[in-house]
């Protein structure tokens, strides 16, 4: 920001009292009509009318001439916004689904919300991605047992989807007609493929179907119809056999004797069980241990089916050759062939429970974070303790040489059966955002409302997401997840993998995570990153504050302390240095406390990191703004791994007490602040907000390098700030009612009233990012909207809306299918990144910028050919050649063919084993 000013306009801030605290501010009746700068498919834009604050009303007519020089310049820049788009999400949480190894244990297919991933377990790397229709949700997917290269993927509408999942090509699709619950396939007698459906028709009921055909959905049987809410569906002994459950109910069928294909009918049997069922597994084996020729009658009994059950309380129940009690049709014999074998270790609930291969040993796994081998013949108990996170699955593959054990963290490890060794880990996003507490009665109870989750993207590589997760999973007694985010992770949006994870606070990993009266031990909760420009420094500040019940003894009798664990609470500031050789965060400084009262810290609500120096601010509930920078230290004999870079340490370089600009009597509870600097950091924004604030709205200008107080006015926003942002001379202000957009320049604020201005918005943060290069910002919004199936239960819908800053016109906007917890601005492009709770990335940008990308993986892969020619050799063009020369250069050109049909322009993690490449690079050159 300039220090020249227009000789035309008023000085406005020529001193700092001049910045009167109890300016108000006036809104002009007259609206200014805006021209629409774009068309989105949707028709979403709309003529909207920004409201044009003036903080002075003499002012009008040089404000209506600046209006005027405004649109006429949007109105030039006009075809630049045509349209926008949304690209394809990455990351995603894992579904609950188990996973799938293929036959030759070489690849696993994980399943998430709206796809099905393929993932090499050689390289631990994503193969494919296979999405479902329409961003439907997935029920189920199954590999085909007629020809394994296929694989079906089942969606919640009804749509059944059959990929060649090695490919990625899709082979046929059809709809089931009803609401899909649950789903598998086993093969016919035949030969065949048999896909039974479990679902929900529009009166209630739930129905389970098979069909032969798979193409033909009209060739489907109902076997079925209850009104029992089933809603697990499990298959054993190619079809035969069929068990359908929910918590303590249980359906048996079994259809006897080979029967035509066009007539199907099962004996079923109701058990309604003592205890809640929460996993089961069955095992299918013929007896064959009888010696002698077996009859018809014996044939009829070979077959058997051991069934274990986990269920809610940790106890893990087997009957063994549970036919014998679905055979009997006289009940002679369900009494004593329902009584299991119990076995018990689990406190909690058991999420998966599997039989060996062989049938000797069950594998559990729950809460503990241990996975349980039990061998039933001695009944010894062989443990695999200090996982990660509680394990939600368990899947065995093909040969029974490997286990898939998937965690609450979103990650997968693969295991060798025999040494229980890592074979491969495959980590998705590891985010799980807090709940925030909502006594909202419109909204519902299991639409909670969230927090926001600090993150940045790297500014050295724009495709380096940096994100806090937590360091454990663990849920509490109402199913909430205890999470706070103490680990840094970095994931790669562009390529869907998993980079790098490292701790900012401590973790408990070593250490016992339950106290004495069984409630979870809580880490510290890291609530701001930030990163310098040049992706050198980052400054975190993570804090930690024990339960208020604990505090209790301590404040007995004080009924004036709301908050008893007040005082006590913990607040770090680190700042960390990047090591380019280990590529992880180094702490060089942490400061305890670097905002404090009376009573000990208090919260730090904002860190804002200044443009081309390494300089951090923040502001804390004390009021006071302090500067942050580097500063040289003595090494007093200190070793250091790089002699060369001088040590260094961060002190605090300037303090600024805001608290004249506020209501003194509650300054140590100020509520919300927001700041930031400005594009060539000479200037630090700062609003404002306390619940008690009599100057309501308050912005302050500071400049950066005095550390001096230069301009403030209030009445530029309504409500709590949530974040801001510059603009080039804009400040945007973003509060949980409105979006305000401030010309420090001409002083005049204009202000966007976004829809669903009710109780959601008032309670839920709402996130801001600009651009620069397009001159626009992106705003989340969230409204609630009435259900299509219940009248009186409404849903919250979240989106992000992209404006125009000129003219604030709306240029897009975006249906999120879960509610944003991060909105973020990509530095080298004009795209906006958007993370959700369900751990989903998405891309928002224009679509003639979004060819950029494409053009650097292009660039990228001819950059990759290119070395390989390099290494194989290509002769330099423009050279005298005779003809043996040119005979050379023929069979370099035919050789070069031939090693580019080896390496293809596939990337590196796909590509097969060195030892095949090297193969195959022999034989190219040895032909």
Same mark, same amino acid.
């Given at each position: 920001m300039g220090n020249t000013q227009d000789p035309r306009r008023p000085s406005k801030r020529s001193r700092v009292g001049d910045a009167a605290l109890g300016k108000t501010m006036q809104t002009d009746d007259s609206r200014v009509k805006r021209r629409r700068t774009s068309q989105s498919k949707n028709d979403i834009n709309k003529a909207l009318t920004p409201t044009i604050i003036n903080s002075k009303e003499k002012h009008g007519l040089e404000e209506q001439c600046t209006l005027a020089r405004t649109e006429s310049s949007v109105q030039k820049s006009e075809p630049q916004y045509e349209i926008w788009s949304s690209t394809s999400m990455v990351a995603g949480q894992y579904s609950n689904l188990d996973p799938i190894f293929t036959s030759d244990d070489e690849y696993l297919l994980i399943g998430l919300e709206t796809a099905v991933h393929v993932y090499s377990l050689a390289t631990s790397r994503l193969l494919r991605t296979l999405p479902s229709i329409a961003g439907d949700s997935i029920a189920g997917y199954r590999l085909s047992p007629e020809n394994p290269n296929f694989l079906y993927v089942f969606t919640l509408s009804g749509s059944v989807t059959k990929w060649e999942?090695?490919?990625?090509e899709q082979c046929s699709s059809w709809e089931v007609g009803h609401k899909t619950i649950s789903v598998d396939v086993c093969l016919s007698d035949a030969g065949n493929d048999i896909l039974l459906f479990l679902l929900e028709r529009k009166d209630g009921k739930r129905v389970i179907t098979l069909n032969n055909s798979p193409n033909d959905a009209s060739r489907s049987i109902i076997i079925l119809e209850t009104h029992v809410q089933i809603t697990n569906l499990k298959v054993a002994c190619q079809g035969q056999f069929?068990?359908?459950?929910?918590? *303590?109910?249980?359906?048996? =069928?079994?259809?006897?004797?080979? %029967?035509?294909?066009?007539?199907?009918?099962? +004996?079923?049997?109701?058990?309604?069980?003592p205890v809640s069922i929460m996993c089961l597994d069955v095992r299918h084996y013929t007896s064959s241990?009888?010696?002698?020729? %077996?009859?018809?009658?014996?044939?009829?009994?070979a077959d058997k089916v051991d069934l274990v059950l986990g269920e809610r309380n940790g106890s893990i129940l087997i009957y063994y050759d549970i036919l014998r009690f679905v055979k009997d049709e006289g009940g002679r014999q369900s009494e004593r062939n329902l009584t299991p074998r119990r076995l018990h270790w689990h406190r909690n609930s058991v999420n998966s429970v599997r039989w060996s291969k062989d049938g000797n040993y069950i594998i559990t796994g729950g809460h503990e974070s241990v996975m349980v081998l039990w061998q039933l013949d001695t009944g010894r108990k062989q443990f695999l303790?200090?996982?990660?996170?509680?394990?939600?699955?368990?899947?065995?593959? &093909?040969?029974?040489?490997?286990?898939?054990?998937?965690?609450?963290?979103?990650?997968?490890i693969v295991l060798s059966a025999r040494e229980l060794q890592p074979f491969s880990t495959i980590t998705g996003l590891q985010l799980c955002p807090k709940v925030a507490k909502s006594h909202d009665k419109y909204l519902p109870e299991d639409q909670p409302l969230f927090e926001c989750v600090p993150a940045a993207l790297h500014p050295q590589n724009p495709d380096h997401l940096i994100i806090t997760v937590p360091a454990s999973r663990q849920t509490a007694q109402e199913s909430h997840p205890v999470v706070n985010a103490s680990m840094l992770q970095t994931y790669d949006i562009r390529t869907n993998s998993h980079v790098s994870r490292q701790a900012l606070a401590r973790t408990n990993a070593t250490t016992l995570k339950v106290g004495p009266d069984g409630s979870h031990i809580v880490t510290p909760d890291v609530t701001h990153i930030s990163v310098s420009h040049d992706g050198k420094w980052m400054a975190t500040?993570? &804090?930690? *504050?024990?339960?208020? *019940?604990?505090? %209790?003894?301590?404040?007995?009798?004080?009924? =004036?302390?709301?908050?008893?664990?007040e005082g006590f609470q913990e607040t770090f500031l680190k700042f960390w240095r990047w090591n380019s050789s280990s590529n992880l965060w180094e702490l060089v400084t942490r400061i305890d406390g670097p905002h404090f009262c009376d009573k000990g810290s208090v919260r730090v609500l904002d860190v804002a990191v200044r443009a081309y120096s390494a300089e951090f601010a923040t502001i804390g509930s004390d009021a006071v703004l302090r500067f942050w920078c580097p500063s040289t230290r003595q090494r007093s004999g200190l070793r250091s791994d790089n002699p060369e870079e001088p040590m260094e340490t961060w002190k605090c370089r300037r303090a600024i007490d805001l608290k004249p600009y506020i209501d003194v009597g509650m300054a140590d509870s100020l509520g919300a602040a927001s700041m930031d600097f400005s594009q060539d950091g000479s200037v630090l924004a700062i609003c404002l907000g306390s619940q008690t604030?009599?100057?309501?709205?308050?912005? +302050?200008? +500071?400049?950066? %390098?005095?550390?001096?107080?230069?301009?403030?006015r209030v009445g530029l926003y309504k409500g709590m700030p949530c974040a801001v942002a510059f603009v080039g001379c804009n400040l945007v202000i973003a509060s949980r009612e409105a979006v305000s957009i401030w010309d420090t320049v001409?002083?005049?604020a204009r202000a966007i009233k976004l829809p669903g201005s009710g109780s959601v918005s008032v309670k839920q943060p709402r996130l801001l990012a600009v651009s620069s290069e397009t001159n626009t910002f992106a705003v989340s919004v969230e409204c609630l909207q009435n259900n299509q199936h219940s009248k009186n239960r409404r849903m919250l819908r979240s989106s992000v809306q992209v404006y125009d800053i000129l003219t604030l016109a709306l240029l897009s906007e975006t249906t999120l299918g879960h509610h944003p917890v991060a909105l973020l601005s990509a530095m080298h492009s004009s795209d906006y990144i958007v993370v959700d709770v369900a751990a989903n990335v998405q891309r928002i940008g224009r679509l003639d910028q979004s060819y950029q990308s494409n053009s650097h993986s292009r660039d990228l892969g001819s950059h990759i050919n290119s070395g390989l020619r390099n290494l194989f050799g290509e002769h330099v063009r423009g050279k005298s050649q005779d003809p043996q020369h040119i005979t050379t250069d023929s069979d370099n050109q035919n050789l070069q063919k031939e090693l580019a049909s080896v390496f293809s322009d596939a990337p590196p993690f796909v590509m097969p084993p060195a030892s095949m490449i090297f193969r195959s690079v022999v034989d190219a050159l040895s032909s």
């Open positions: 999942w090695l490919s990625g069929i068990i359908a459950y929910s918590d *303590r109910h249980v359906f048996f =069928g079994w259809a006897g004797l080979v %029967q035509p294909s066009d007539s199907v009918s099962y +004996i079923w049997k109701e058990v309604n069980l241990n009888r010696p002698g020729p %077996q009859g018809s009658k014996d044939r009829n009994h303790p200090h996982l990660s996170s509680p394990i939600g699955n368990i899947v065995i593959s &093909t040969s029974g040489n490997l286990y898939a054990v998937k965690l609450a963290d979103n990650s997968i500040v993570d &804090t930690w *504050r024990p339960y208020k *019940r604990d505090m %209790q003894a301590l404040h007995h009798g004080d009924s =004036g302390s709301s908050h008893p664990s604030c009599l100057n309501s709205g308050l912005a +302050i200008l +500071i400049d950066a %390098q005095n550390c001096s107080v230069r301009y403030s001409d002083d005049i």
